[in-house]
C-alpha cells in the first residue's frame, strides 16, 4: 500500500472521484489497442504519480513490472510471427515451426506491455491518493460486514511487513546473524521470526476481537456517520473524467483510434487518431490542473 497521508490535493477528492478515475483508466487501456492512445493514458498516470510525490517510491513496482514486460516481447514474437515485414528467420524448432520474427509481432507485443504499464500505473494512483479507511466507509451503510472484512484483510500485508521488521531487528540486537551458518542454522533463525510474527498476529487477532465486541459489533443495525461532502474540485474532476471516457468511446466507435498490427502496421499520426486524444488526456489531467492551480492561487483554492 503507497498511500501515505501528505495534505495533498488530489489526496483530498471525493473517493467516487479516485475510483472513476481509476476506472475510466483502466476500460480505456483495456479499450485501446492504439499505441498512441496508450502512451497518452500512461503519460497521465505518471503525470498524476508525479503530483503526489511517489514517483520514486513506484519504481519499485515498474521494475518488477519490467520483466513481464520483456517476457512479452520475447514469447508473443516467436509464438505469433505473422506479419508482413520479417526482421529475423531463425531455424526450424519441433512443434512451433519455422521461427521467425516480424515487425508486426514485435509491435503488438510493446503494444501489450504498453498497455499492462498503464493497468498498473492507473492501480498505483488509486493506492497512492485514496486512503482504504475512506473507500470501504463508502460501503458500510449497505454492507458493514464485507466492508470491515476487506478493511482488516487489507491491512493484513502492511502490519506483517511491519512485524517482520520489528522482530527481525529484535533478534540482530541480541546477536542472531541471518545469513551466517549453515541453511539449517539459517532457517531456524528465520523460523524464529516466523514463531515470533505468528504470535504478534494471534494477539492482535484477539484485540481486535475485544474491541468489536466492546463496541456491540454485530448486536444490531449498525450506525453510520460519513463526512464526505462533494465540492467543487470533485464535480470538475468527475467531469473531466466523464469527458475522457465519452471521448474514447467516441473514438472507438467511429474507428478513430482502431489501430491494426497485421498484416501490416498503420501509421499512428494519422490526423484522425490524434484529434481526439487532443481532448482525452487533457479530460483525464483535469485533477493534476487543478492541483497546479490550486497550490499557486489562493483565490482558486478558496472556490474549490
Same mark, same amino acid.
Given at each position: 500500500?503507497?498511500?501515505?497521508?501528505?495534505?495533498?490535493?488530489?489526496?483530498?477528492?471525493?473517493?467516487?472521484?479516485?475510483?472513476?478515475?481509476?476506472?475510466?483508466?483502466?476500460?480505456?487501456?483495456?479499450?485501446?489497442?492504439?499505441?498512441?492512445?496508450?502512451?497518452?493514458?500512461?503519460?497521465?498516470?505518471?503525470?498524476?504519480?508525479?503530483?503526489?510525490?511517489?514517483?520514486?517510491?513506484?519504481?519499485?513496482?515498474?521494475?518488477?513490472?519490467?520483466?513481464?514486460?520483456?517476457?512479452?516481447?520475447?514469447?508473443?514474437?516467436?509464438?505469433?510471427?505473422?506479419?508482413?515485414?520479417?526482421?529475423?528467420?531463425?531455424?526450424?524448432?519441433?512443434?512451433?515451426?519455422?521461427?521467425?520474427?516480424?515487425?508486426?509481432?514485435?509491435?503488438?507485443?510493446? $503494444?501489450?506491455?504498453?498497455? !499492462?504499464?498503464?493497468?498498473?500505473? +492507473?492501480?498505483?494512483? @488509486?493506492? /497512492?491518493?485514496?486512503? #482504504?479507511? *475512506?473507500?470501504?466507509?463508502?460501503?458500510?451503510?449497505?454492507?458493514?460486514?464485507?466492508?470491515?472484512?476487506?478493511?482488516?484483510?487489507?491491512?493484513?500485508?502492511?502490519?506483517?511487513?511491519?512485524?517482520?521488521?520489528?522482530?527481525?531487528?529484535?533478534?540482530?540486537?541480541?546477536?542472531?546473524?541471518?545469513?551466517?551458518?549453515?541453511?539449517?542454522?539459517?532457517?531456524?533463525?528465520?523460523?524464529?521470526?516466523?514463531?515470533?510474527?505468528?504470535?504478534?498476529?494471534?494477539?492482535?487477532?484477539?484485540?481486535?476481537?475485544?474491541?468489536?465486541?466492546?463496541?456491540?459489533?454485530?448486536?444490531?443495525?449498525?450506525?453510520?456517520?460519513?463526512?464526505?461532502?462533494?465540492?467543487?474540485?470533485?464535480?470538475?474532476?468527475?467531469?473531466?473524467?466523464?469527458?475522457?471516457?465519452? $471521448?474514447?468511446?467516441?473514438? !472507438?466507435?467511429?474507428?478513430?483510434? +482502431?489501430?491494426?498490427? @497485421?498484416? /501490416?502496421?498503420?501509421? #499512428?499520426? *494519422?490526423?484522425?487518431?490524434?484529434?481526439?486524444?487532443?481532448?482525452?488526456?487533457?479530460?483525464?489531467?483535469?485533477?493534476?490542473?487543478?492541483?497546479?492551480?490550486?497550490?499557486?492561487?489562493?483565490?482558486?483554492?478558496?472556490?474549490?
Amino acid at each position: 500500500m503507497l498511500y501515505r497521508e501528505r495534505g495533498l490535493f488530489l489526496q483530498t477528492l471525493h473517493p467516487v472521484v479516485i475510483c472513476a478515475f481509476t476506472a475510466g483508466t483502466v476500460l480505456l487501456a483495456l479499450a485501446f489497442s492504439h499505441p498512441l492512445y496508450l502512451a497518452g493514458l500512461l503519460a497521465v498516470c505518471l503525470a498524476t504519480l508525479a503530483r503526489l510525490c511517489i514517483l520514486k517510491d513506484a519504481a519499485g513496482v515498474f521494475w518488477f513490472c519490467l520483466p513481464i514486460v520483456a517476457v512479452i516481447l520475447v514469447v508473443n514474437p516467436l509464438v505469433a510471427p505473422e506479419g508482413a515485414t520479417v526482421l529475423w528467420r531463425g531455424p526450424s524448432v519441433p512443434v512451433l515451426g519455422t521461427l521467425r520474427v516480424s515487425l508486426e509481432a514485435v509491435g503488438f507485443a510493446l $503494444a501489450m506491455g504498453l498497455r !499492462l504499464l498503464v493497468i498498473l500505473t +492507473a492501480f498505483l494512483v @488509486y493506492s /497512492a491518493a485514496l486512503n #482504504p479507511d *475512506r473507500m470501504f466507509n463508502l460501503f458500510s451503510r449497505c454492507v458493514p460486514r464485507a466492508a470491515v472484512v476487506f478493511l482488516l484483510a487489507l491491512r493484513v500485508y502492511p502490519t506483517l511487513l511491519e512485524d517482520y521488521s520489528r522482530i527481525r531487528e529484535a533478534q540482530t540486537a541480541r546477536g542472531v546473524d541471518f545469513e551466517a551458518g549453515s541453511c539449517v542454522s539459517r532457517f531456524s533463525s528465520r523460523l524464529t521470526v516466523a514463531k515470533g510474527m505468528l504470535v504478534s498476529s494471534l494477539e492482535r487477532a484477539l484485540e481486535i476481537a475485544e474491541s468489536m465486541h466492546a463496541r456491540g459489533f454485530g448486536c444490531g443495525p449498525r450506525t453510520s456517520y460519513s463526512s464526505e461532502c462533494w465540492r467543487p474540485r470533485d464535480r470538475l474532476a468527475l467531469a473531466g473524467v466523464l469527458l475522457a471516457v465519452t $471521448a474514447g468511446a467516441a473514438a !472507438l466507435i467511429s474507428g478513430a483510434a +482502431a489501430y491494426n498490427f @497485421y498484416p /501490416a502496421l498503420d501509421a #499512428p499520426l *494519422r490526423r484522425e487518431a490524434v484529434m481526439p486524444l487532443v481532448l482525452l488526456v487533457p479530460a483525464l489531467l483535469v485533477p493534476v490542473l487543478l492541483q497546479w492551480g490550486w497550490t499557486r492561487w489562493p483565490w482558486l483554492r478558496s472556490k474549490i
